[in-house]
Nanobody, 122 residues
Framework: QVQLVESGGGLVQAGGSLRLSCTAS????????MGWFRQAPGKEREFVAA????????HYADSVKGRFTISRDDAKSTVYVQMNSLKPEDTAVYYC???????????????WGQGTQVTVSP
């Protein structure tokens, strides 16, 4: 079992930046592909970004491509997403997720964090 704890959410004005962090409890974090998803009120959870176990492969949703960057630090068992040029439509609860094996852009991850709120004001 892997526990994931997100941090770094908050309130920011449009055009601003935030960096979310997600720390895993398991030492074999390096065996897990990691992803970030988000869910706005009344909407389904959607893919944001993902990174492979090795860190060599990344995927982004079209809506965040060029603005968000996912990265990982296996020594700290932590995955990050740097979010720049934030827009009001980025407002959502952001979830960290992990899965064994290959990276995925679907909501088919094995482990999920509790989520952290990101609010972008106009």
């Amino acid at each position: 079992q892997v526990q994931l704890v997100e941090s770094g959410g908050g309130l920011v004005q449009a055009g601003g930046s935030l960096r979310l962090s997600c720390t895993a409890s398991r030492r074999t974090f390096s065996n897990c592909a990691m992803g970030w998803f988000r869910q706005a009120p009344g909407k389904e959870r959607e893919f944001v970004a993902a990174i492979s176990c090795s860190g060599g492969v990344t995927h982004y949703a079209d809506s965040v491509k060029g603005r968000f960057t996912i990265s990982r630090d296996d020594a700290k068992s932590t995955v990050y997403v740097q979010m720049n040029s934030l827009k009001p439509e980025d407002t959502a609860v952001y979830y960290c997720a992990g899965r064994e094996g290959l990276v995925s852009v679907y909501v088919d991850y094995d482990y999920w964090g509790q989520g952290t709120q990101v609010t972008v004001s106009p």
